[in-house]
C-alpha cells in the first residue's frame, strides 16, 4: 500500500485544473517574447525632455537633522590609540610628541592634553584659594566649601566630557570639545 499523493497512485490534472496549454504551432511561449514586445511603441514626434532634479526651481527643505558625523579615523590600532589618549591626559602628551603622521590621533591628544591641563588649573586655583582662606573661621569654611563645589563641579564636567571624548574616538568620528575644542583649533 502506498502514500497518496505519492508514486504511481497520483494522478496527473487536467489541463482545466491548472496546466497550461500549449500553444498552437505559429504562436511563441510567453517566455520567449522578447523585450522590445513588451515596451510601448516609440513616439518619435514628441521631443524627450532632459531633466536635472538639481536645477529645480524648488529650494530644499531645512530639516532638524544634524550634518553627519566625520569620520576621521577607521583603523582599529589609530581609534584605540585616539580611545586611550583621550582616557589618559599624560599619554596623550607622549603621542602629541611622538605621532605625526595620524591627525585623528593628533587632534584627540591635543584636546585631552587641554582638557587635563583645565582639571589640573582648576585644582589648584581652588587648593590654593581654599587654603589661603581657611585662616577665617567662618568665611574660611564657607569659602573652602564653594571651592570644593566648583572643584566638584569642573572635576564632574571634565570626566563627562572625557567620557564623550573617549566615544567619539572609539567610534572613529572627529569631536570637538565645546568651546575648548574651538579654541585649540584656532590656535593650529
Known sequence: MGMRGFGRDRQQPHASEGWQEVPDEGEQPAWQDTVDEWLPPEQPDQPVEDVNPLEEDTPFEETDEPAPREIIATNRVIRLSCTLSAFLGFFALLLLFVEHESKAIRRFS???????????????????????????????????????????????????????????????????????????????
Do not use: D, K
Request: net charge positive; aromatic share 8%.
Open 110 to 188: 591635543l584636546q585631552s592634553v587641554a582638557l587635563t591641563a583645565l582639571h589640573l588649573l582648576a585644582a589648584l586655583v581652588m587648593g590654593a584659594l581654599g587654603a589661603a582662606t581657611s585662616s577665617a573661621p567662618v568665611v574660611g569654611a564657607a569659602m573652602n566649601a564653594f571651592c570644593w563645589m566648583v572643584y566638584l563641579c569642573v572635576a564632574v564636567t571634565c570626566l563627562i566630557l572625557r567620557i564623550r571624548l573617549m566615544a567619539a574616538a572609539w567610534q572613529g568620528f572627529a569631536f570637538r570639545i565645546p568651546l575648548l575644542g574651538n579654541w585649540l583649533e584656532t590656535l593650529g
